[in-house]
């Protein structure tokens, strides 16, 4: 089986930009979370799809937003971009409640 | 709310030495309890986990047992070797039904010598 899938892997925008990342699931999957992480805050919650439907949010401003699609992969968005922005988003997926959560390789966002 | 102290790093040892790297936890009721693992320039590995108490996970020689009484979840290894040279995360999910979330350490950075 494939692992799960970041697109794209690097990325760099501009102070008050916006951005779209994409996460495809590992197949059969239907649950996948999203992470930041920082050398600062360390890796972080942001939130968890499952089926579509947002299950959880972290502490994160409303400038974070995500969704799933019925094939379960996901996007995030992040708008009016800040150099405090500037991480690496992970993905994880898992097949059902509860079960073991799978990451991808990440998104290296640069925001200058 | 919950969380995860680990070993405050980096960690330096000589490859064939033994290794631990602490993790106690702060959670209501019983948590799962994971190690991963993250290699340069890649997402997070899962090493082991425990889901219960006294539950000893392993894999490729990496050992931790989720201790209740201690609130612990310790990684060890009896000999390492220059290829387990990467950054190593405690983290705990909460034992509510629906809840995926992972709340993790701090992270800590092991470097083996040859």
């Known amino acids: 089986k494939a692992g799960v899938t970041q697109t794209p892997r690097y990325l760099i925008k501009t102070r008050g930009q916006q951005v779209t990342l994409s996460c495809s699931p590992i197949?059969?999957?239907?649950?996948v979370s999203w992470y930041q992480q920082t050398p600062g805050q360390g890796l972080q919650f942001l939130f968890e799809?499952?089926?579509?439907?947002?299950?959880n949010k972290g502490n994160f401003p409303g400038r974070f937003s995500g969704r799933q699609f019925s094939n379960s992969r996901s996007e995030m968005n992040v708008s009016t971009l800040e150099l405090g922005d500037s991480a690496l988003y992970l993905c994880?997926?898992?097949?059902?409640?509860?079960?073991?959560?799978?990451f991808g390789p990440g998104t290296r966002l640069t925001v200058l | 709310g919950d969380s995860v102290t680990q070993m405050e790093g980096p960690v330096t040892l000589s490859e064939e030495a033994f290794l631990t790297i602490n993790c106690t936890y702060t959670?209501?009721?019983?948590?799962?309890l994971f190690w991963y693992v993250q290699y340069p320039g890649e997402g997070l590995q899962l090493l082991l986990k425990?889901?219960?108490?006294?539950d000893k996970g392993s894999n490729k020689g990496f050992e931790a047992t989720y201790r209740k009484e201690t609130t612990s979840f310790h990684l060890e290894k009896g000999s390492v070797q220059v290829s387990d040279s990467a950054v190593y995360f405690c983290?705990?999910?909460?034992?509510?039904?629906?809840?995926?979330?992972?709340?993790f350490g701090q992270g800590t950075r092991l470097t083996i010598n040859p």
């Open positions: 425990a889901t219960k108490a006294d």
């Open positions: 994880a997926s898992s097949s059902a409640d509860r079960d073991t959560q799978y």
């Open positions: 197949s059969g999957h239907r649950s």
């Open positions: 983290a705990l999910r909460g034992p509510i039904q629906g809840a995926q979330k992972l709340v």
């Open positions: 799809y499952f089926s579509e439907t947002q299950r």
């Open positions: 959670a209501t009721g019983y948590p799962s």
